[in-house]
């Protein structure tokens, strides 16, 4: 029976949420959501059914409703859209309801199966929290955290295109770890938890940082000889370049622009059309408030890791990865050029790949104490 058992991590993004399903698969959903309603439609646009999330959630019993999830809510909401903000920095992501629904909706389409209609699976589920919310209080939001989502959801997809599937879960068990030691973890380990040579070889008795560049907050995880040494968190991400552009837009143009569709542009590097009209030169005013946040982050960055006791020669290797490290990646290399760097290829599923590692982990644990229980109760 508990090889039936399948492993699913997943990285609870402020901007998007990053899954491996239990066939290592990737997935990416924007953490948009948004009402449910029913649409005028002639004929839908399949090819993409990643875009045609509309599901009704039923969380331990509780009916969270109908909601518009990831693409779908940024094309078909009614004006109203719910996705993650500078306020919400404070807010954590263990008590969020909303971000609850976006990852029982995104855990659920990682366990579809082609043509099967009604599905029925156990989970071990590997993720991760803010450092800053990990460790607040003694640890409480992990323990929130871990108690929602522990027990049996049920996710139904209601767009035609999905053939009226539905899928229960039980989740038996969750490993939680701060983001960034998430991600540092995927790069420095194999599959089975043990060190990479390259690592072995090269770092022993070096300090090592993984630094985790998010939309709403960076995190930083310090190790030292590869034994964990310390943690922080800064307030800080890609949504303030983007913020800035959004008023500096809202000010000459008087339009407001939604911040996924703006982020959209600036990393596609596509045009942004306001009544027809392309803003001119918006990709070189971009990089101007993208550079300046970029140094500011650097700047909170170095005064945090000297606040943590760390100074920059004491660092041998940074690992960067996020989102963030792609956006700004130009000004950390050049703010911090004398410390040794590796920028991931993976940069943006890295934390998700890791908590599937842990999710492993903790099944091989699970499983190996069921073992020895046997074992005892079979002796009696
Ligand atoms: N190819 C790319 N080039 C440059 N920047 C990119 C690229 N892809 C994504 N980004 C940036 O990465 C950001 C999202 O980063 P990431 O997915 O790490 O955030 P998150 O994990 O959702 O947020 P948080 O860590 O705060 O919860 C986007 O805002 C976007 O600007
Ligand atoms: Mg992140």
């Known amino acids: ?11 609870m993004g402020n901007d998007a949420f990053k899954i491996i399903g239990p066939t290592k698969r990737e997935l990416f959903i924007m953490n948009i959501l948004a009402p449910w309603h029913e649409r005028r439609i002639v004929n839908e646009d399949t090819r993409f059914p990643l875009n045609l999330l509309e599901v009704e959630v039923i969380s331990n019993n509780q009916n969270f409703g109908k909601y518009f999830v990831g693409g779908m809510a940024y094309n078909f909401n009614r004006g109203i859209l719910k996705e993650r903000s500078v306020a919400d920095r404070h807010n954590g992501k263990a008590n969020d309801s909303e971000t609850m629904i976006v990852l029982l909706t995104s855990i659920a389409l990682s366990l579809l199966k082609p043509n099967v209609r009604i599905i029925k699976e156990k989970v071990i589920l590997g993720t991760m929290l803010p450092t800053e919310e990990y460790f607040k209080n003694q640890k409480e939001n992990v323990t929130v955290l871990e108690e929602k989502l522990k027990g049996t ?4 997809f209601l767009n035609p295109v999905f053939n009226g599937v539905e899928v229960e879960f039980e989740i038996l068990g969750v490993n939680t770890q701060p983001e960034g030691l998430c991600a540092m973890n995927a790069i420095m380990y194999d599959d089975d938890g ?44 890609t949504i303030d370049p983007l913020n800035r552009i959004i008023d500096y837009i809202k000010t000459d143009y008087k339009v407001t622009v939604p911040r996924h569709k703006l982020d959209n542009a600036i990393t596609r590097r596509e045009k942004l059309l306001i009544y027809g009209e392309e803003i001119p030169n918006l990709h070189n005013i971009c990089k101007e408030y993208i550079d300046y946040e970029a140094r ?39 703010n911090l050029n004398r410390i040794p760097m590796i920028f991931s290829e993976n ?21 190996e104490e069921s073992a020895l229980d046997y074992t005892a109760a079979t002796r009696i």
């Open 1 to 11: 029976m508990k090889n039936n058992i399948l492993t699913v991590g997943a990285d």
């Open 153 to 156: 959801h049920r996710v139904r």
């Open 194 to 237: 043990n060190l990479l040579a390259e690592y072995e070889n090269n770092y022993s008795e070096r300090t090592i940082l993984g630094f985790d560049i998010g939309a709403l907050t960076s995190d930083v995880t310090v190790v030292h000889n590869f034994e964990l040494r310390t943690f922080f968190g800064i307030d800080k991400g």
């Open 296 to 334: 500011q982050l650097v700047d909170e960055f170095t005064s945090k890791a000297a606040a943590a006791g760390i100074q920059l020669p004491d660092i041998g290797l940074i690992i960067l990865c996020g989102g963030g490290s792609l956006l700004f990646k130009e000004v950390v290399k050049k």
């Open 347 to 367: 940069a943006i599923m890295l934390n998700a790949i890791g908590a599937w590692k842990n999710a492993n982990r903790l099944k091989n644990d699970l499983q």
